[in-house]
């Protein structure tokens, strides 16, 4: 058995009934459950249709998002999620250097990066390196005005672990942003890369090894093994090419507002709703949702 979720975004709740009622009657679904009214709904199917991938594109130009996927299994025991416009609303290095007063410079390599344009390793280097001799009191202070949190993680975390899951915060970023970020949010464990400090202020060097693509497979390994858990029981969750591993590896690897190169790679796509529609998606309605 497989199930369909529609899903639109929360702000405007503009899932129209009659798509889901005709999408349902073509594919010859169950019956509807919807989980928010007028914002996401669900019905089964006995097979994955051959058109979903023309349907789901017919979706996006009515600025919704469609899911097809396994039924059995899909409410997941673990969530990894990386950080940078992801679980917050910027990359931390880009408002970094925004500071240092190179930040047009900074975010067309961090673009090209995430598109899969650039070696992630030279790319944080050569970003990293523009931003010698800021002092470390930069980083409080980026944190403090500067970043904003995705909306819906919140609901999403606490959600999730009350049903028992375990959370994992994997980033490319920096564990100086990564740490309060998680605690914030309730992650249970985060993992980033370190800025080098020397003499209260940044060196222009990363601590080695670079936490990339491979350490975010590893850290999905690792941590599910320790748990006693199949990657299957894992629901990863990221926007950038850094996180294809992660995501094509875990149960269900869901691209948040995705770079096209990892949109490209990736079947579980969310364009329109916020981080709850990874709520929606395991088949949690809005009134189970922890505040």
């Known amino acids: 058995m497989f199930v369909a979720t529609l899903i639109s975004a929360p702000n405007q709740r503009g899932l129209d009934a009659a798509l889901v009622d005709n999408l349902r009657n073509a594919w010859g679904g169950g019956e509807t459950h919807w989980l928010a009214i007028d914002e996401a709904a669900e019905f089964a199917l006995p097979m994955r249709p051959d058109n979903v991938d023309d349907v789901w594109k017919s979706c996006q130009d009515m600025s919704v998002d469609l899911i097809v996927q396994p039924l059995e299994g899909r409410r997941k025991k673990m969530l990894l999620a990386d950080m940078d416009s992801t679980m917050i609303q910027q990359e931390c290095i880009d408002e970094l250097a925004t500071e240092a007063g190179v930040g047009d410079r900074v975010a067309e390599i961090t673009a090209k990066a995430m598109n899969g344009e650039l070696d992630f390793e030279g790319a944080i280097d050569e970003r990293v390196g523009l931003l010698k001799d800021l002092p470390e009191t930069i980083i409080d202070h980026v ?36 740490a309060k970020v998680a605690a914030h949010l309730g992650f249970d464990e985060n993992r980033a890369n370190t800025l080098e400090i020397v003499d209260g202020k940044l060196s222009g060097k990363v601590a080695r090894p670079i936490l990339g693509q491979e350490a975010k497979l590893d850290a999905l390994n690792e941590i599910t093994d320790r748990l006693g858990i199949q990657t299957s029981d894992v629901l990863a969750v990221g926007d950038g090419m850094n996180d294809l591993l992660m995501l094509k590896n875990a149960g269900t690897g869901v691209a948040l507002h995705g770079k096209p190169a990892l ?28 505040a």
């Open 263 to 290: 949109q490209e790679k990736c079947k579980v796509r969310i364009n329109f709703g916020d981080l709850t529609a990874l709520l929606y998606l395991q088949g949690y309605s809005n009134t189970e949702f922890v």
């Open 143 to 178: 944190l403090n005005t500067r970043i904003t949190y995705m909306p819906g993680g919140a609901t999403l975390l606490a959600t999730m672990k009350a049903n028992g899951a375990y959370a994992a915060l994997v980033s490319g970023g920096f564990t100086a942003f990564t």
